[in-house]
């Protein structure tokens, strides 16, 4: 195993201690446990597009992919949403050695580490939870049916680049490169596979890890990308 994948996977299960504080505080309280930085913002946007869509949705139940995430992403869905009509997929592509035992009350949840299982799935939601900048040449991911053929794609405090992309190390406790890609080219993208960008929204550029000297190029965002009908 490369070293970049053996610290995602060992940051992965790291996670899952404040994962469980986080279900047994929402199994015992009446509203959901509070985060900290902008993750309370994050998550109350990944929680508004979800229930939204299934509010709309015309299958049995919402099909989600979260490319990229861990189990922590959803920890905190179960005070905020209904999640009882929810199918909820994980591509987690460095096997982390995750807990079986969640009350997420999910129709489903499951883990999938090998892409070529997703090629023949359809999700009627995909989100980029901070994960598109850890992937080379992204837009092969993007051209992928099960993400073109979701009713929306959401991208959540993700570094972009202003103008064009740039690789960069990045400063945190991963210190590996960041591949910050255009905004622009991003945009352009998906309106040409007719999705129109109908949400975004900038967190503070210091969150981003990025050197500081270059952070006048960069945008942290969320966007939020519906299918045209």
Not at 5 to 24: A, Q, T
Not at 175 to 190: A, C
Request: with cysteine; proline share 3%; hydrophobic share 35%.
């Amino acid at each position: 195993m490369s070293e970049n994948k053996l610290f995602w996977k060992e940051y992965n299960e790291k996670l899952i201690i404040l994962e469980k504080e986080i279900l047994d505080f929402n199994n015992t309280n009446e509203f959901n446990f509070i985060e900290d930085s902008f993750y309370p913002h994050v998550r109350d946007l990944s929680a508004l597009v979800i229930t939204n869509l299934a509010n709309s949705n015309k299958h049995p139940y919402l099909r989600v992919l979260d490319y990229g995430s861990n189990t922590l992403s959803i920890a905190n869905l179960k005070n905020k949403i209904p999640t009882q009509e929810i199918e909820y997929v994980i591509y987690d592509p460095f096997n982390s050695n995750y807990s079986k035992n969640r009350d997420l009350d999910f129709i489903d949840y499951y883990f999938v580490s090998d892409n070529k299982e997703l090629d023949k799935q359809h999700f009627d939601l995909s989100i980029f939870g901070s994960s598109i900048q850890y992937i080379p040449e992204v837009f092969d991911i993007f051209g992928k049916s099960y993400i073109t053929n979701s009713s929306q794609i959401l991208f959540t405090h993700t570094p972009l680049c202003i103008d064009e992309e740039l690789i960069l190390k990045q400063h945190s406790s991963f210190t590996g490169n960041q591949k910050l890609y255009s905004y622009k080219e991003l945009k352009d993208f998906f309106q040409e596979k007719d999705f129109d960008l109908i949400f975004k929204s900038a967190l503070p550029t210091k969150y981003s890890a990025v050197e500081k000297k270059y952070l006048d190029k960069v945008v942290y965002i969320n966007l939020l990308f519906s299918k045209r009908v």
